[in-house]
């Protein structure tokens, strides 16, 4: 099925149109968590039955990279002896992330910044699939190896034989005749397991792993390895003759976790995977995630792990993912490719046959390039309340298309009362020329024509309406695509590290099916696949590459690009990494440089900074560099006067970092030097957080290298956590707020709640910036003291070393908390939501009294102990009876 999304301009600013909180859901009280241990796992159960903990056993790690268990809690109160069990080294919360579904937000916004978010440019994104010409397709595939220089190695004879590269994914249709129609020996995919089974989600944590079957209620993952894997001549896969494994982490229906995430790593790592490839996360701005954790220790034995960067490219700044942010991994951005997959939308008229007129589909039709009479509701021409009343099924509206205006009521009130009539197609005429979208509405064509196809058009005339799927060019041919994610992360780590072809990709789908995809999703296993031409080109001439070094030479060989077609300057370190994969340019080193990149950080530790590079000459001949600086545009985290994060496009300057460093530097063959490089700053705007980044380039007759930097010109821990605007609900009233949760009404006076039922009251609250450690207690309205002791020092609250332990105590607490975004799913991006229960976290019931709610969040950088290194928000008074 070809589905098309509507061809706009969307333009992007800081603020988001006002949102309706009151179809929020509460955040769940966290109850899975995997336990990493010293001692043997019976001594771990020993110590839980001991304390009379109830949980469910989920799975054990039993591996030389990770030794522990994920234990479903049967009460959340119980968490809070975890970490005090003597086995147990460090407590990792579950994090739940989405299937991967090919989806971007294109969320259409009023204000424009300086550059528009083009959605035009990736029509094809949010899991949607088109069938254009054979030759479109080819172009596309070969549009994608050259841009990577994969086509130049492929006539090289590099196609990845002998390199084993792992995908951690939704499972696979390995029946596909593009990935050779078996699994096992002598196929493209040898290797596998799944992991979960069909029934795992992160509600029911149904686990049931086995061998892995042939996956076809998921594509990702078909997509994914379809891009290194594919045997097909007219759409080749980068790294056709690598030996391919799949392990499968997701079930058939809903999110997966990090835990699931961590055993895949695992399980591919002891399957002896030299590559795994990882197409899957969810934003988290940190490096000390159990994913993230995990794929650092795998880089740390020698192997190498690839992740995509992440779609939240309209969040702005300063939005990492997940376990992209582990250190040693190389997150891989999104670059477009020189053409766009458009499907033309026209209609023509049997009284004006040469002309063609646009409209605009909600979605794909169910039926296309079909001829139908146009019935006019409105046969007047008068009425603008065409289909508000008296539509019925004898009107036989169910073969024609139905040609309405706005007006007398809602739109969807019209379809739906033209759904109910048996219609199948409506266009919606634009008379006021305001309209930009038709509401999708199941089961109903709907479509937007202009005022002037309307004033054309004759009732009763048949219409014929084009379906036709084209390639345009793409002005932003090699550049960052807009949706791909940039860091940094919030512990201050350059991410992404590199960029690859991601852009409407052509590749595989279940079913011997064939879809166009864009995302980070794809641009990471062209990346695992360029780094397997590179592995086995090693290998023909006697070296075995570290991945340190492997990944050197990919990223100093790497070609920096603009931001955007229209702007002068190398885009951010932190968008593009060190720049665009170069695969000839890897091949044919014979030097490299370390570190490959250069964490600079923030200015809490002071504002100059010195690191030392060294490079690496594998040649027979000295070689002379000359040293530069190339510096790139300096982007902003921050709006202008606000504490909100910029969303796309970041306001940028071309400020930068005053850096020092010799002028040329000599190595000698099968040698190594070495050189420092001093970084300080302008007096720019530090209030703002401008991250700047660039290179430092070597030059020499015969090579080019170039180590990429990145840091924060300001301090983090001075950047506002706890959101105090009405900038994302625009309904006048500020975050964090208060309400009942039965009516949803604000508590704003001495409000009282009888705790039955939805009698109970409710928080919502956002984060601008990341905190390592956020927590909602309730508080007595009369406490003196500040609740505020440090992480886990709040115990003694639970077990009573305070007077004011029976009417305070914590409700809820989180470590390792993102900033939410203003673009995306709503909640849990852009806001959350805490609903009381009527019992503190340690289990115990909270008595009748008069309260307020105090939420607390650690600054970057903070002391847990430190009462000054918190935000804190106080409720309005509310009392339990």
């Known amino acids: 099925m070809i589905v098309v999304h509507l061809l706009l301009c969307l333009f992007i600013a800081p603020f988001i149109l006002a949102i309706d909180w009151r179809d929020s859901r509460p955040t769940t009280r966290q109850l899975l968590y995997t336990l990493e241990i010293d001692a043997p796992h019976q001594t771990l159960y020993e110590q839980l039955n001991k304390r009379d903990i109830p949980y469910t056993l989920t799975h054990t790690f039993s591996s030389d990279l990770f030794t522990g268990a994920s234990i479903l809690l049967n009460n959340h109160e119980d968490r809070i002896h975890l970490p005090l069990l003597q086995s147990v080294k460090h407590v990792y919360p579950i994090n739940s992330f989405d299937n991967p579904a090919n989806s971007l937000s294109q969320d259409s916004l009023d204000l424009s910044t300086q550059s528009a978010y083009n959605s035009q440019l990736y029509p094809l994104v949010s899991g949607t699939q ?102 097909l001549e007219q759409l080749p896969g980068a790294a056709p003759n690598a030996t391919f494994g799949m392990y499968r982490i997701f079930g058939c229906y809903g999110s997966s976790g990090d835990d699931v995430l961590a055993m895949g790593l695992i399980k591919a790592y002891e399957d002896g995977a030299d590559i795994i490839n990882i197409s899957a996360g969810g934003p988290d701005g940190w490096t000390t995630s159990l994913p993230s954790v995990v794929a650092s220790r795998i880089v740390e034995k020698g192997r190498h792990v690839v992740t995509s960067a992440g779609n939240y490219g309209l969040q702005g700044l300063l939005y990492s993912n997940s376990p992209a942010g582990g250190i040693g991994v190389t997150p891989v951005a999104s670059t477009d490719l020189p053409y766009v997959p458009y499907l033309n939308a026209s209609l023509t008229m049997e009284s004006k046959p040469g002309d063609r007129f646009p409209y605009v589909p909600a979605t794909s039709f169910n039926k ?114 807009q949706y791909s994610s940039m860091g940094p992360s919030a512990d201050g780590y350059g991410k992404p590290a590199v960029g690859a072809p991601g852009a409407n990709i052509p590749t595989l789908a279940p079913g011997n099916n064939y879809m166009i995809q864009s995302g980070t999703s794809f641009s990471a296993p062209y990346y695992s696949s360029m780094l ?215 508590i704003d006076t001495v409000d009282s709640f009888s705790m039955i039922g939805l009698d109970k009251p409710a928080v919502i609250y956002r984060l601008t910036g990341p905190s390592p450690y956020l927590r909602i207690d309730l508080v007595d309205d009369t406490a003196k003291r500040n609740v505020i002791n440090g992480v886990l020092n709040w115990m003694n609250d639970i077990f009573g070393d305070d007077e004011q332990s029976a009417k305070s105590g914590v409700l809820y607490e989180e470590l390792g908390v993102s900033r939410n975004g203003f673009m995306g799913s709503g909640q849990g991006s852009s806001y959350q939501r805490y609903d009381m229960d009527g019992k503190f976290a340690n289990g115990q019931t909270i008595p009748s009294g008069t309260y307020r709610f105090h939420i607390s969040a650690l600054k970057v950088h903070g002391d847990e102990n430190n009462n000054d290194d918190y935000e804190t928000w106080l409720s309005e008074k509310f009392t339990i009876k």
């Open 130 to 231: 088109a069938l254009p010409s054979h030759s479109s397709v080819q172009l596309l595939s070969a549009s994608a190896l050259r841009q990577s220089a994969i086509t130049q190695a492929h006539e090289r004879n590099l196609t990845g034989d002998g390199i084993f590269i792992a995908f951690i994914d939704d499972g696979v249709d390995y029946t596909h005749p593009g990935l050779g129609g078996c699994f096992g020996e002598n196929c493209p995919i040898s290797h596998g397991w799944d992991l979960v089974g069909d029934n795992y989600n992160t509600t029911t944590h149904d686990i049931s792993p086995g061998p892995l079957g042939a996956t076809t209620c998921k594509s990702h993952g078909t997509s994914t390895i379809g891009v290194a894997a594919s045997q």
């Open 368 to 481: 296309m390039n079909v001829t139908v009479p146009a019935y006019i509701l409105d046969k007047s021409g008068n009425s603008t309340s065409d289909a508000c009343n008296n539509v019925t099924t004898s009107d036989k509206l169910d073969d024609v298309a139905v040609i309405i205006k706005p007006g007398g009521c809602s739109i969807g009130e019209k379809l739906e009362n033209l759904k109910s009539a048996n219609a199948s197609l409506v266009l919606i005429s634009d008379i006021n020329g305001n309209l930009t979208s038709s509401p999708a509405v199941e089961g109903l064509d709907t479509a937007i024509i202009n005022l002037n196809t309307t004033r054309n058009l004759l009732d009763g005339e048949n219409i014929t309406l084009h379906y036709t799927p084209i390639l345009q060019e793409n002005p932003r041919d090699g550049l960052i695509s």
């Open 532 to 746: 397997a031409l590179l592995l086995q080109d090693a290998r023909r001439k006697g070296q075995m590459l570290k991945p340190d070094v492997a990944r050197a030479l990919m990223l100093n060989g790497a070609t920096s690009v603009m931001l955007d077609d229209d702007i002068p300057g190398p885009a951010f370190t932190v968008l593009q990494g060190s720049g665009v994969a170069n695969l000839t340019a890897t091949l044919d080193a014979t030097t490299y440089a370390l570190p490959d990149i250069l964490n600079l950080n923030d200015t809490y530790n002071g504002v100059s900074k010195s690191h030392t590079i060294e490079v690496v000459n594998m040649g027979s001949e000295e070689t002379t560099f000359t040293i530069l600086h190339q510096p790139a545009l300096t982007g902003y985290v921050l709006d202008d006067g606000t504490i909100q994060p910029r969303t796309w496009l970041p306001e940028h300057s071309t400020d930068s970092a005053e850096v020092d460093f010799p002028t040329t530097l000599m190595v000698s063959a099968n040698s190594s030097a070495s050189f420092d490089v001093n970084f300080s700053y302008k007096d720019i705007d530090d209030h703002r957080l401008p991250v700047y980044s660039g290179w430092i380039v070597l030059e020499s007759p015969e090579s080019r290298l170039q180590v990429s930097y990145n840091g924060i010109a300001g301090d983090l821990s001075k950047m506002q956590v706890l959101d105090n605007t009405d900038d994302l609900f625009q309904q006048g009233f500020p975050v964090p707020f208060a309400f009942r949760q039965s009516d949803k009404n604000l």
